[in-house]
Nanobody
Framework: QVQLVESGGGLVQAGGSLRLSCAAS????????MGWFRQAPGKEREFVAA????????SYADSVKGRFTISRDNAKNTVYLQMNSLKPEDTAVYYC?????????????????WGQGTQVTVSS
């Protein structure tokens, strides 16, 4: 099992940047495929990015390609989401998720472990 805690959210102006962090507990972090999802008020949760166990492959939603970068540091049990050129439409609660499969997934039901979320608000 793994426990996840997100941090780094906040209020920024459009065009600004934020880096989200997801700290994991346990000794098996490197065995998990990791993902980031987000949910805005009144909206369904949507996929943002995912990264394989060793960080060799990544996947991004079309809406964030070229602006967001997912990475991980297995020695620190942490996954990151660097967000640049932020837009008001990026405003949401961002969730870190983990799954035991080695395969990337854009579907939230494939992730068994979730953090509590961190709020990102982008003003115009």
């Amino acid at each position: 099992q793994v426990q996840l805690v997100e941090s780094g959210g906040g209020l920024v102006q459009a065009g600004g940047s934020l880096r989200l962090s997801c700290a994991a507990s346990g000794r098996t972090f490197s065995t998990y495929t990791m993902g980031w999802f987000r949910q805005a008020p009144g909206k369904e949760r949507e996929f943002v990015a995912a990264i394989t166990r060793g960080g060799s492959r990544t996947s991004y939603a079309d809406s964030v390609k070229g602006r967001f970068t997912i990475s991980r540091d297995n020695a620190k049990n942490t996954v990151y989401l660097q967000m640049n050129s932020l837009k008001p439409e990026d405003t949401a609660v961002y969730y870190c998720a983990a799954r035991e499969s080695a395969l990337l997934s854009t579907h939230n039901f494939n992730y068994a472990y979730w953090g509590q979320g961190t709020q990102v608000t982008v003003s115009s």
